[in-house]
């Protein structure tokens, strides 16, 4: 069991070198046009190594630069561009901050001046200036809300845009006679660029009347200067922008299958685009397990059966855990009993939820070690309590930040 434990760490390690940010946005940036000064803003959990390594290629061309990013994914100077942390899920004072200071790098600039926008996942909380009559609380509170409803990124997105001044598209405003060009480390399912981030330089697919009916589906209750934002409309074009996808989950899950191919597996991507609730869509993995494991199909030993996506979480308990580690556990009870079976979900920036875990990885005697632990499966679930029991059975998965950041890869390795 520990050799493929280890093939499937090494099949996720070796992906997701695939999509750090370094080798992408040097490929991109050779086909930049650099003439007229550069402004380089950089967003999100990847946003330093999208820095870095813009630096490193454009060197003394970026006349300014700021780098805006979680807690702790700040790894040393980059020249003179100037870095900033703030709060992740959830903005804080130093977003706004680090925003405002941003805004401020953008003034006077002309029509023949470049801003080198890097985004990546995240950038909804890192990136924020309350729009006027909203508070940080007010976007806290909400986006806190939505998350604990199970609301989906897109949906999730939808509202902070519209209490948000730079978001929806008005980032690219605000630049405005200045010409955006925007690399993109995609963690939105479809790569909509209206979504990631909240698209501050995106024109927004999104309309007043679908976030409307957000706070409606999920019975939110709010006060009237939310409701008032929520009713105005976001940029529908932006002439000064040109944008483009770098990376997404569709290039870790090929390069995950590329790797067990390579390593004598039979690999299968069975969905790029996984999106429903986390304990449910580990049970539906721990049946295709069985499924193999009685009748060879969708595949046939050695075989490897891989996921992409981002599964959402309806928080009901305190207890503490991810989409990814409640994944794994919820698989376990179905799991139990077949050997040379592993089921590792992690999310590609390292971090799963608010924990320092990037997710789980569990087998075939996982179930039973919950028992011997004392644990009822069904309890930790309804607490969401997936952290605490994965570290009691030692099946957490710790990267730490990876520097990268596209959706979750899940892959389910029968040897």
Known sequence: MNNIRKDVMTIANKALESVLPETAVKRALERLNTDGRIVMVSV????????KAAHEILGEKIGKGIVI????????????????????????DNSVRATERALEMLRGLT??????????????????????????????????QLLRCGADIVEINTIRKRLSSVKGGKFALATMPARIVSLVLSDVLGDRLDSIA??????????????????????????????????????????????EIIGSVGTVCNKASEIALSMGYNATILTTVLDCEAREAGRFIAAVAREIASCSRPSKRPCAVIFGGETVVH??????????????????????????????SIGTDGTDGPTDAAGGLVDGASYGRLLSAGLDLDDVLKNNDSYNALEEICDLVKTGPTGTNVNDLTVLLMS
């Open 44 to 51: 999100g959990k990847a946003a330093w190594r999208m820095a």
């Open 69 to 92: 990013t979680k807690y702790g994914h700040c790894f040393g100077e980059i020249g003179s561009v100037e870095l900033f942390e703030a709060g992740h899920p959830l903005p804080d």
């Open 111 to 144: 029509s023949d001046d470049v801003v080198l926008f890097l985004l990546s996942g995240g950038g909804s909380a890192l990136f924020e200036k309350p729009a006027e009559g909203i508070s940080l609380d007010d976007i806290a509170n909400m986006t806190d």
């Open 198 to 243: 909240s698209g501050p330089a995106s024109p927004d697919m999104t309309t007043a009347d679908e976030a409307i009916y957000i706070m409606e589906k999920y019975q939110i209750q709010t006060s009237a200067s939310i409701m008032k934002n929520l009713k105005v409309e976001t940029p529908k074009s932006l002439a000064n922008v040109t944008s």
């Open 315 to 344: 928080v009901t308990g305190p207890g503490k855990g991810g989409r990814n580690q409640e994944l794994v556990l919820a698989a376990a009870r179905g799991l139990h009993g077949l050997k040379n079976t592993v089921l590792l």
